[in-house]
């Protein structure tokens, strides 16, 4: 029972994260041609509250994948399969601490002074 669950939290959740990745490359071609004021807009309006909330669901991911990893441990292909995909999930988690999140960092610094240049609240 419990590698039936850890199987379907690690499905789940590694679905709902792909489906938001997948959101961002499939919308990048319309936002792409916004202008800078009017793009950040966008993203601020969309995806103000998605880093905790989405960075859970990653970590949830990656966790129950890791637990379902374990439990078939000794398995063969399923073992490989599984840890296949534990490493996938790793590679996503180091693709946004060492590419996107800087990223994030500097346009919130950058969003800051120029609220404060313009006197608005960031």
Do not use: D
Request: glycine share 10%; aromatic share 10%.
């Amino acid at each position: 029972m419990a590698l039936v669950s850890a199987r379907f939290f690690s499905l789940l959740l590694t679905a709902v994260a792909a489906g938001v990745v997948l959101g961002h490359v499939m919308s990048r071609a319309g936002k792409i041609t916004l202008s800078g004021p009017l793009f950040v807009t966008v993203q601020n309006t969309l995806y103000r509250s998605w880093g905790k909330k989405l960075g859970a669901v990653e970590i949830g991911a990656f966790l129950s994948t890791l637990v379902v990893t374990f439990l078939v441990r000794g398995s063969g292909a399923i073992f490989a399969l599984s840890l296949a995909g534990l490493f996938c999930l790793i590679g996503m988690l180091v693709v946004w601490a060492v590419f996107i999140n800087p990223i994030n960092i500097r346009v919130r610094i950058e969003l800051r002074i120029l609220s404060g240049r313009l006197g608005l609240v960031a």
